[in-house]
């Protein structure tokens, strides 16, 4: 009995582990900014920290299956940033920088934060921690659509 416990607790810590890792981390937002002005969509970037248990709620439950959905890849680019990690990437001037420091640059200091930007990393619109855990999903929602009526306005937008 002991033995099948264990194989139920090991596979269901599999699936959960394989869950988080669907939400696509961070590496090159000067490509990314090349895709949003070919897609018209914006960035979401998610910010997180380890050991939150916040973060690992949205992650698991609202961002890893959204990046997922076709009607997600469609709508945003999903991107990790880990504000404690010093992994390198390229920001938007193709500059090289830490997770960390590009938190920094953002100063985000509230876990978990939702920052949809734009091909400039200007910022569209923001969801800081979770303000409602049952309408999360839908708040999301209502930034994404706000933050791409503001992306589409600012590409249209002539001198």
């Known amino acids: 009995m002991i033995r099948y416990s264990l194989i139920f607790l090991l596979l269901f810590t599999h699936v959960s582990i394989a869950e988080e890792l669907t939400l696509p981390v961070a590496k090159d937002f000067l490509m990314d900014a090349q895709k949003v002005w070919k897609q018209k969509t914006p960035i979401l970037i998610m910010f997180s920290i380890p050991d939150c248990s916040y973060c690992k709620k949205i992650k698991e439950e609202v961002l890893s299956p959204m990046a997922t959905m076709d009607e997600y890849n469609e709508k945003i680019i999903i991107r990790h940033i880990d504000a404690q990690s010093f992994e390198e990437l390229n920001n938007f001037y193709n500059e090289e920088i830490t997770h960390n420091e590009f938190a920094f640059k953002y100063a985000v200091n509230f876990f978990p934060t939702v920052i949809l930007v734009d091909n400039y990393g200007s910022t569209l619109g923001k969801i800081i921690g979770i303000p409602s855990e049952e309408l999360y999903w839908t708040d999301l929602d209502e ?17």
């Open 143 to 159: 930034v994404i659509e706000k933050s791409t009526k503001k992306l589409h306005q600012r590409m249209s937008a002539t001198l």
